[in-house]
């Protein structure tokens, strides 16, 4: 590979890593004397214009952003054929990774990491770029534990953020996009702080919080189930920071923080605590904070205290072997009470901060559909508190009711928790409702009374039960002319198994072939032999579905393989590249 130019100084040394769209190598740029990371774009995406304008976006959107959170980007090129960018070169690895590794990040370090990578959001927001893809994938860790933001690949800026719909449609990674990206519907900014609220429960569980058999289950979780419980999947991380998840997470963007500088300092409250508190502050199954919850429990005033703490005391003098002075006296008393005076404060502070739960938890109703008063009533009897939030428009709701809340239903709350609600300003005309997730007819009355129809259904193959629809062609929240119809799809409830598209590329027909029966995919595809420059002879170099795409099981996959370099003359002129997709792995 040393001998691989591209563009006269950048000489490609060796394969470090590679994704649907492109291929990164280590080189060295000889000009400035200096390693690097080249992403080149792969053979196969060179004629396909939507790929090239996704990749000459990345290359825009990173170049504009100079920041000690994001992968710098040096150059961009073109020679030949081969589209590259020239990237700073992190020794490091990506965070999806060192989840793997690690099962659970330590919660401190996962402030730390999720931090840093807010701190470039915010730089890319008020540069009004939208990432639109943030996942573990796409931050890469140092070996000094500096988080650095890659690929914006699909960053769009906020002025051309709107409704995205058919081939256009732009959405993310399904297991962590949000859920207007998966209705098709406006992506802002707090659709960035949505997912980056995803990436935080993943670091602290190890685990994503929905995930399913295919992606448009995955999406409806996104869209309908509330945020699985933060602490009880991690006992003893603070409390604070599953509010912040759940902040970060809801459905509703009006509901998130509205800039992630907002969530950068309630990040920063956490980590100002735990430094003055100690490493223990936040653990409460540990032995001290049992006790700051017995005396809380048990004690009513600091007089009370003091008479807690005098056996305590007493029992420290059976144990001397000395008899104490005046002086160790004053000592010991001073001491109590800087104890005293350091548990009531720790309390006050604790339960200002929410630390202690208490024992009995609440779970949180739901309140949507009914007025405020009505909740009022309600949520007094639980011993809960409603709090008036926005006044909003609503597809689903009438004026006076309410349509969302924080904590969502099923949330588990202690006493006096306050639930803010949402108030529907009534149903603005124009705007379809959400019907994805209900039955046909239900739907079809449903959309009648919002004065639209029910287009023809499509029944397409899907997990979920028969007659329930799995998507709406014109997504919720959109404008349109009253009468208009909703096409839809709905279910057959038979959702047939969905398997993962292996990487073909590089391999040789055969173990092609290998690759797609081991996924459960047809070896009947068809498969073309052309010249190309650059591919070594009875290799794969294109494949009709991209790697890691979900198909139905038994679905054929099309595949072109090289016949060996071009004639001298008859090609492009591409530089002599060869991408092998084994070189750079770990053995």
């Excluded at 990371?37 to 396909?48: G, M, S, V």
């Excluded at 869209?223 to 419980?229: C, E, F, G, L």
């Excluded at 008036?388 to 809340?405: F, K, R």
């Amino acid at each position: 590979m040393s001998n691989k130019l591209l563009a006269g100084r950048y000489e490609l040394i060796e394969k470090i890593g590679e994704g649907g769209m492109a291929v990164v190598y280590k080189g060295k740029d000889r000009l400035l004397n200096r390693y690097v990371a080249i992403k080149i774009l792969r053979p196969e995406f060179t004629k396909d214009e939507q790929f090239i304008e996704s990749f000459k976006r990345e290359s825009q959107a990173s170049a504009r952003l100079s920041h000690a959170n994001i992968v710098g980007v040096y150059d961009v090129g073109k020679e030949g054929n081969i589209h590259f960018i020239v990237m700073e070169l992190i020794d490091g690895k990506v965070l999806s990774e060192v989840i793997k590794e690690k099962g659970r990040i330590e919660y401190k370090e996962a402030i730390s990491i999720i931090r840093q990578v807010a701190s470039a959001l915010s730089l890319a927001h008020k540069n009004q770029i939208i990432h639109r893809d943030i996942k573990p994938h796409n931050i890469l860790i140092t070996s000094t534990g500096v988080a650095k933001l890659a690929d914006f690949g699909i960053a769009k800026a906020v002025s051309a953020a709107t409704i995205v719909g058919g081939n256009n449609k732009i959405m993310g990674s399904v297991h962590y996009f949000s859920p207007e990206q998966a209705r098709g519907a406006y992506v802002d900014e707090r659709s960035d702080i949505y997912s980056l609220g995803i990436v935080l429960y993943e670091m602290l569980t190890g685990k994503v919080p929905f995930d399913g058999d295919n992606p448009v289950s995955i999406a409806l979780m996104h869209i309908n189930d509330p945020m699985p419980s933060l602490t009880k999947e991690v006992p003893g991380i603070p409390p604070q920071l599953e509010k912040i998840v759940n902040k970060a997470t809801e459905k509703y963007q009006s509901n998130r923080y509205k800039t992630v500088d907002e969530m950068i300092k309630d990040l920063d409250d956490i980590e100002f605590i735990t430094k003055v508190m100690g490493k223990d502050a936040f653990v409460v199954d540990s032995p001290d904070t049992d006790e700051v919850a017995r005396y809380k429990k048990e004690q009513s005033s600091e007089k009370e205290y003091v008479t807690d703490v005098k056996p305590v005391k007493k029992e420290r003098r059976k144990t001397d072997s000395k008899p104490s002075n005046e002086k160790n006296k004053m000592t010991m008393f001073i001491i109590i009470g800087a104890v005293v005076v350091a548990i009531a404060g720790l309390i006050g502070l604790g339960s200002m901060l929410g630390w202690f739960g208490g024992s009995d938890e609440i779970t949180v109703p739901s309140f949507v559909g009914k007025t405020l008063e009505q909740a009022q009533a309600e949520a007094e009897k639980l011993g809960l508190v409603i709090q008036e939030g926005d006044l909003v428009y609503s597809p689903d709701q009438e004026e006076g009711l309410i349509t969302s809340q924080n904590p969502v239903e099923g949330a588990k709350v202690t006493e006096g928790k306050v639930i803010t609600v949402n108030i529907s300003k009534g149903k603005k005309d124009g705007v379809v409702p959400k019907i994805e997730g209900m039955d046909y007819e239900e739907a079809k009355a449903y959309l009648e009374s919002f004065g639209f129809k029910m287009g023809p259904g499509v029944t397409v193959q899907s997990h979920l039960p028969k007659g329930v629809i799995v998507s709406q062609f014109i997504p919720y929240g959109t404008s349109a002319k009253s009468g208009t119809e909703i096409n839809v799809e709905i279910s057959d409830g038979k959702g047939k198994e969905m398997v993962k598209v292996p990487n073909l590329i590089g391999r040789t027909p055969d173990e092609a072939n290998s690759l797609l029966a081991g996924a459960g995919l047809s070896t009947n595809g068809n498969v073309v032999y052309e010249e190309v420059d650059g591919m070594a002879q009875n290799l794969v170099f294109w494949q009709s579905v991209a790697a890691d795409t979900e198909v139905e099981k038994g679905s054929t996959v099309d595949y072109k393989v090289s016949k060996g370099t071009k004639p001298e003359g008859s090609g492009s002129g591409d530089a002599d590249l060869d991408i092998d997709p084994d070189e750079g792995k770990d053995e």
